[in-house]
């Protein structure tokens, strides 16, 4: 995660990145009463690889160039950020385009992934490779010891200074780094919970950040696919304010991930690693 930061191009001037959020009025149902409230913001962000498309998301239009880096890593597209050699931002208002220049190595790879999928039916996960692509063979962290209790303490309401944009107006999701003197470094937000992670992976490469020590906290619910984006980011302890998954468990277990859960009243719960002979 110490990657050299990769060359990122800023937006054209003429087409900013539209705000993350903009007030809408609304009334009650009998339109008796009307008022106005901030809304957090989405925008279509389509992403191409070497002039190939490879997906459209949909995130806050926020840190774009953190989530093109940390969407990337964490979908197993590059191993390294140095493996971006170049990335262009353009659009605008709710239509976003981002085209990135990769290592030859790393499209030859995405490429045999595409062919992979080709013919596959519209759910977008039938036949055994796209099955074999949902469950990649990740390599085993080597393990790291657990976080001391005291830097859980009060946790929620410390990451509060890290989302200024659900403070604002809620409807996102929060990816916090702490390190290895358990302080809070980096925060970022998205409608996405996937996003909002993909964007701290991002910022942590972009901002040169050593993982050694940290944790990852993520205030959505846990599931495999964020397991396996920390896996693949080397993060070795991965905290959640919402329950895990059955089978992100087995997966942090299986890949001496220390996985974490912060629930809202009671004390953390640590799934992995497990207790011997523990469920």
Not at 61 to 76: A, H, K, Q, R
Not at 235 to 261: C, D, E, F, K, M
Request: charged letters at 15%.
């Amino acid at each position: 995660m110490n990657a050299k930061r990769p060359a990122c191009a800023a937006p054209a001037l003429e087409t900013p990145a539209p705000a993350a959020s903009h007030t809408y009025s609304y009334s009650n149902l009998e339109h008796t009463e009307s008022a106005s409230t901030a809304l957090a913001e989405e925008v279509a962000l389509a992403i191409a690889f070497n002039g190939i498309s490879q997906a459209v998301m949909l995130v806050t239009p926020t840190d774009l160039e953190d989530f093109i880096v940390g969407f990337s890593l964490g979908s197993g597209i590059i191993q390294d950020a140095s493996d971006i050699y170049d990335l262009q931002l353009s659009g605008s208002g709710s239509a976003q385009y981002a085209q990135v220049t990769i290592a030859n190595r790393a499209f030859w790879n995405l490429k045999q992934q595409r062919r992979q999928l080709a013919g596959t039916s519209g759910c977008g996960l039938c036949g055994v490779e796209a099955v074999e692509q949902a469950l990649p063979e990740l390599e085993v962290l080597p393990g790291a010891p657990l976080p001391p209790a005291e830097w859980l303490e009060g946790l929620r309401q410390r990451i509060g200074a890290f989302q200024p944009l659900g403070q604002h107006c809620g409807a996102v999701h929060a990816a916090v780094f702490m390190n290895d003197q358990g302080q809070l470094l980096l925060g970022r937000e998205d409608i996405g919970r996937h996003n909002a992670l993909d964007k701290l992976i991002g910022g942590l490469v972009r901002q040169n950040i050593s993982t050694a020590g940290g944790l990852a906290i993520v205030t959505s619910r846990c599931s495999l696919e964020l397991i396996q984006k920390v896996l693949r980011a080397g993060i070795q302890t991965l905290v959640s304010l919402s329950s895990p998954t059955g089978l992100a468990v087995q997966w942090a277990r299986r890949h001496n991930l220390n996985l974490i859960h912060l629930p809202q009243k009671n004390a953390p719960r640590v799934y992995s690693p497990a207790l011997e002979n523990q469920a």
